[in-house]
């Protein structure tokens, strides 16, 4: 299977956001903010590999700032690693500031897995990623230890077995 990069997969989205989204301070629900992280990260894992894809984890949500009734978001979504069907995809929101200037600024991120399935429901291969740019290559290592850091937490895979968590801790291993 050909590789991809994660520019292939990417996804961004723009949402205004209105009185029905918030809460009682006037900012975003963050319901409504993991909504659409899930939305955009569901369209690029399936840009990645072309099938049906279903969400298998929200492995981390950063809500660093409030997002004010009226905020323009934009969301942008690349798969950073994919293993045999699984495909890791960070999401990332920035808002453009109110004052008319147009500068963004990060308000949050989310880290989501997504499983590729047939048509009956059975997980099936995906194709692997080949990072180009810094933050590509960063995310990509990354998601190693993030994969096998869920695996033990799932009781899936013996915190011995974890190689690259072990490196992290253990260096001369």
Known sequence: MKAKTPKDSL?????LVLPNDTNNLDNLFGGQLLSWMDRCAAISAHRHCRRIVVTASVNNVSFRH??????????????SRSF????????????????GQGKRIKANEAIYTFVAVDQLGNPIQVPPIDP?????????????????????LGGKLKPEEATELR???FPED
């Open 11 to 15: 996804t961004v989205m723009t949402e």
């Open 66 to 79: 409030p997002i004010p009734q009226g905020s323009i978001v934009t969301l942008e979504g690349k798969v």
């Open 84 to 99: 045999s069907s699984s495909m890791e995809i960070f999401v990332d929101v920035h808002i453009e500031d109110q004052s």
């Open 132 to 152: 180009e740019t810094d933050i590509e290559r960063e995310r990509y290592e990354g998601a190693l230890r993030r994969r096998q850091l869920s695996l033990i």
């Open 167 to 169: 490196s992290l801790f």
